[in-house]
């Protein structure tokens, strides 16, 4: 049996962890049995995002009319803009492989791990221990129980990321941002998107507002089931059936390809966890206290298997703590989450950073809450922008911020104000409100957010929760005073 300092179950954010182990002069074993990576880089956020660009270029051009620009597509190579993608995903991880192999305080096992015992694995034909594990093995493709699935061909999201013969037809089962996204990737080539999710709304982990306008307006250019859930799939000569059940009748959809997008597992079951007396939650995540070490001795975990935020971003920050906590010899310090913020690429943009109003109002929390709309700021007339929004939600005290929720154009981006004022000015409304802004930028619309006048939790809602206000020539309404 090999022994190493520190060993690595997975090739993603773990491989920081790793790097800081080698840094420190420590022999690393890292444990890997697909591409070099991890799931962000081979089978997740890279390529969709790149494909996605593609798609929201094809929109653009779509929708040119609207600003009198007569532009049509003559022709799009699908399967040459799927082909290099993938392979520059598959040259990537061949990098990181190659310089695993290369360095000699790594020793790469591409092969399946499996633990036998505490901080030991079998790696194929041998076994190796470590002093110290980080368990950082991610998640797969969660296949709900549906009569007939396992009799079908179907596509999951790696799948689906390197088809290269865009579907006439496709059928979604999942309503969540997996589901919005390739829905998105596919409709905006022509295909013809039928997304069946058991929730009402798509994307219903989101604020509830910005839940309900995405599946508004993802419903004008797909067909939309929110509320449908699948039971029942079969397939007869190249067509795909998919049989849900909605709250008063059901429905049968058909098409060329069935995408199963409905959520994630951990791998903690293929890692025989439990042999090294890892626990895990009912789902099957690593059980981790606030310092991210397990439940066995000198085994850490972090990531997606862990299951605090299925984001590359937080899989990134847990590691810096690891690497801190695991392998320094100062005081260990508990992942601080604060202002995680997350988006949703598809079509409108969604993001998010802190508690939604739903969460505030189970845990009884007072709040204050602002709304400010795209097409109310010069920009967002410019852009002819009729459904985005930016939602404030504020400590009616202290006006310490709380949550911001953004659906529309470039939200990834415009939400990196509030978490920048969250984490590092002092918190509050004040730090984005202050803050000039260049007019007209499409920042603009977070500023008037947080600018005027906010609602009480109780107060009685508009459509949507919001209110309608014009930006007089585009001059910001400075309001002065307690606005909460």
Not at 179 to 191: D, K, P, R
Not at 249 to 255: H, K, P, Q, W
Not at 357 to 365: G, I, N, P, S, V
Not at 402 to 431: F, K
Request: aromatic share 6%; net charge negative.
């Amino acid at each position: 049996m090999q022994e190493f300092d520190f060993v690595v179950v997975g090739s993603g954010s773990g491989l920081d962890v790793a790097s800081t182990a080698v840094r420190q002069g420590l022999d690393v074993a890292v444990v890997e049995e697909g591409p070099l990576g991890g799931t962000c880089l081979n089978r997740g956020c890279i390529p969709s995002k790149m494909l996605i660009h593609r798609a929201d270029l094809a929109e653009e051009i779509r929708d040119a009319s609207a600003f009198g620009i007569d532009a049509t597509i003559e022709d799009v190579d699908f399967a040459g803009m799927v082909e290099e993608v993938t392979d520059d995903v598959a040259g990537d991880a061949e990098s990181i492989e190659r310089g695993l192999r290369a360095s000699e305080h790594h020793t790469l096992f591409h092969e399946r791990g499996r633990f036998v015992d505490e901080r030991t694995l079998e790696v194929g034909d041998e076994r190796i221990r470590g002093e110290t594990v980080l368990v950082a093995a991610g998640t797969r493709p969660k296949i709900p129980d549906i009569d007939g699935i396992d009799d079908v061909s179907y596509l999951t999201s790696k799948a689906a990321l390197e088809l290269q013969e865009r579907p006439d037809r496709l059928i979604v089962v999942g309503g969540g941002y997996i589901a919005a996204e390739l829905g998105h990737f596919f409709g905006a080539f022509g295909t013809d998107v039928s997304i069946v999710g058991r929730r009402d709304v798509l994307l219903p982990d989101e604020d509830r507002e910005v839940s309900e306008t995405f599946t508004e307006v993802f419903a004008r250019d797909h067909d939309v089931y929110a509320g449908y859930e699948a039971t029942a799939v079969s397939e007869d000569g190249g067509d795909i059936t998919v049989r849900a059940e909605g709250p008063d009748d059901a429905v049968e959809v058909t098409a060329d390809e069935l995408l199963v997008a409905a959520g994630r597992q951990p791998n903690t079951d293929t890692l025989n966890v439990e042999a090294a007396g890892i626990e895990t939650d009912e789902e099957g995540f690593v059980e981790t206290n606030e310092y991210l070490e397990t439940t066995a001795d000198d085994v850490w975990a972090l990531g997606d298997i862990v299951g605090n935020y299925l984001y590359k971003h937080s899989a990134n920050h847990e590691a810096r703590y690891v690497a801190r906590n695991a392998l320094g010899r100062g005081e260990k310090q508990p992942v601080d989450y604060t202002a995680m913020p997350h988006a949703v690429f598809s079509s409108p943009q969604v993001a998010g950073v802190g508690r939604t109003e739903q969460e505030l109002r189970d845990a009884a929390r007072e709040f204050a809450v602002r709304t400010y709309e795209y097409g109310d700021t010069a920009m967002g007339q410019a852009l002819m922008e009729d459904d985005g929004f930016v939602k404030v939600l504020a400590d009616p005290e202290d006006a310490a911020i709380l949550g911001c929720h953004i659906v529309g154009p470039d939200a990834s981006s415009i939400v990196h104000e509030v978490v920048v004022a969250m984490t590092s000015g002092s918190g509050t409304v004040h730090d984005v409100r202050e803050t000039i802004h260049v007019h007209p930028a499409l920042n603009e619309v977070v500023q008037r957010a947080f600018s005027g006048q906010f609602r009480p939790s109780d107060h009685e809602h508009h459509q949507h929760g919001r209110g309608h206000e014009h930006d007089h020539n585009h001059q910001h309404d400075h309001e002065h005073g307690h606005d909460h």
